[in-house]
């Protein structure tokens, strides 16, 4: 069967499987109440009670609830948040000077004291955001509104790991018992009054800082099944989806959908250290099979950019001045070359994206088996190298948004998420003396240099660059944030 056949019968399945759970999974069973309230459906049930030190971070600011000391632009550069102004004092040492009349949800002031208070917190948390880096951080409060923070060690990112969703603001009342309560403790335009594992209710704050939203409620229904996503929002259950899976578009009818690119990238990471890829040359011949226009086109249906060879977006600016192309020299002859490829089921069109790329490989002689299955079950064996490559989906500007640090993570010698088993002193010590630079664009452009040499050694191939996809209906102001941060916010408000 051919890869487009393949393809449109998952895609047929996927459908099938909506309709037979159109009365349960696929539907939300009841909506916010009210003239002026909304409900929305997320993708990913709360792993945390909300636990801003969990996977649940973003949701907080997703939904409006928590808030940060700066906040990014759609370049990753930091901007004023619960700050308005930062200066750098040192290396070591930057200093917050806090907005005027902000208020937490209990009614209480945000005040140095409170921020000191919630960042020690979150650096003393069992699972410590990892924006906030692995340095000592000592946190002061100075005057009426401000707040120093020293690093133990020089870090020239130091103001910008305070834009991480871990290291919101939240009043003193959060912190009662050891996970810190979202429930009527931040400083967001939305409060949260209610929580279950399966939604959120929140209502708008009237006292928020910024003016009072135009919302009176939002209730959050966690649907993670992508086919009871498309099928509540377009029988209206909600009036807006995140993440709806692009086989299911096509029957959305006339419902809005916002494509946003955003900085992840699907990568083919081919295992270096061992098995057939440890083989240069069988790394070029993978490099030289793989064609990725036919995934963006027939997989992502244009809601996804080629990767043209980079690890980052071409819609990032300091991406786009490095050239970056996987290297064909010296390829060997595959014929009869026994490799397994895994990637996991959350995201559909990883494993379509996978039989085609099988496929291609298959073309040039590699006898290649596909494992698919929940990424839970197969971190382990990932984490390991048990697999010859592995197509994965990966946001490189998480935490503080350091395409950097993602480097450091993803493809040094001591990488704590490196699925190619790469190590290259030499990339690891450009990784250091980027790691110094303070200038975020020459930081960056630094960065994609690194990643085009990572590239060229075929540890990697890049596929492809995702975008956002949010579908929504009689709706205006929702943030198409490129970072996924942001979401609903204060100007959300329902259309005729």
Known sequence: MSTIRRSALLRITAAATCSLLALSACTVEDTASGDNAVTIALPFQPVASLSPYSDDALLNTRMGIGETLLQLDSNGQPQPGLAKSWEVIDDKTVEFTLRDNVKFHDGTDLSPTAVVRALEHAVKADSRPKGLGKSELTFTAVGDNKVK????????????????????????????????????????????????????????????????????????????????????????????????????LVELGDLAVESTPIPRAVLLHLNTKKGAFADAGLRAKAAEAIESKSVVDNIYEGHASLANGSLFSESAEWATAVESKNSLAGAKDAAGTKIRLATWTERPELPEAASVLAEQLRGVGFDVEVVAQDYDSLEPALLAGEFDAVLASRNYQTGAADPVSYLSSDFSCDGSYNLSLYCNPEIDAAIDETNKISDTTKRYTSAAEIGAKVVADNAVIPVAHEYSLITYNKLEGISFDPFERKLITKNTKITS
């Not at 130091?158 to 309560?181: M, N, V």
């Not at 931040?186 to 939203?213: H, I, Q, S």
């Not at 209730?219 to 086919?227: C, L, M, N, Q, S």
């Open 149 to 248: 923070v020293v690093s133990a060690d020089s870090d020239p990112i130091l103001a910008q790991r305070f834009a991480d969703s871990g290291a919101i603001i939240l009043a003193e009342k959060a912190y009662e018992q050891a996970s810190p309560s979202l429930v009527g403790t931040g400083t967001g335009p939305f409060k949260l009054v209610e929580l279950t594992d399966n939604e959120a209710k929140t209502e708008g704050f009237a006292d928020y800082w910024d003016g009072k939203p135009a919302l009176d409620s939002v209730k959050t229904v966690f649907i993670e099944d992508g086919a009871g996503r498309a099928n509540a929002v377009r029988a209206g259950e909600v009036s807006l989806a995140q993440a709806v899976p692009i086989a299911q």
